[in-house]
């Protein structure tokens, strides 16, 4: 038997991601993020969702630019602490030893130590009650050339990506089956 709840957020796991900035006064932030998710693929779309409130706020609206950076669970702390202190009393990137890379198409620092950054242009912010939605045009991706397989596939799961789900975040398990499996002909 299932319990009834009040209405909530339930859909999980999500991805835990590091949204990088670049704040008009050129300081460098990171924030965590599991409001995120794919919109569309052609035009590549994606968005996350941020309060007005924090501190990287600011910045994504004021530049309209930002950086998702995937996590793993060797950034599992990073991951963590970048979503529980504020950027604007430290310095996210120094006290987590991460090391800044250079974006192609956006001034924003991009996280090297992630096996996959994104380079994003918000296209609209939309008001949704507690958060603002900034819904964003892909600009640039890219893959750390150390998880390509044999085949010249990008293999993600070597680099042992973790997801977040109802306050706990999670390494992902073994894989189940690759697309389209149920009605493979044997």
């Not at 192609?104 to 991009?110: K, T």
């Not at 044999?150 to 680099?159: D, T």
């Not at 706990?168 to 073994?174: A, H, I, M, P, R």
Request: some cysteine.
């Amino acid at each position: 038997m299932k319990q009834t709840w009040k209405p909530g957020n339930m859909l999980y796991p999500l991805p835990a991601v590091l949204v990088s900035t670049r704040g008009s006064d050129g300081r460098d932030n990171l924030m965590t993020a599991a409001w995120t998710g794919t919109i569309c693929t052609n035009p590549p779309m994606l968005y996350i969702s941020v309060r007005k409130s924090r501190y990287s706020y600011q910045a994504l609206h004021e530049t309209g630019v930002f950086g998702i950076n995937l996590t793993t669970e060797k950034l599992v702390r990073a991951t963590d602490y970048c979503g529980v202190v504020s950027g604007r009393e430290h310095d996210k990137f120094k006290e987590c030893h991460l090391t800044k890379e250079k974006a192609d198409q956006i001034p924003v620092a991009l996280v090297a130590e992630s096996p996959v950054t994104i380079e994003c242009r918000i296209t609209e912010e939309k008001e949704l009650g507690s958060h603002v939605m900034m819904i964003a045009d892909v600009l640039s991706v890219h893959a750390d050339e150390k998880y390509m397989d044999e085949k010249g596939r990008f293999a993600l799961e070597k680099a042992h990506p973790i997801v977040y789900s109802h306050g706990t975040y999670f390494s992902l398990g073994k894989g189940l089956g690759r697309f389209g499996f149920s009605v493979k002909k044997k």
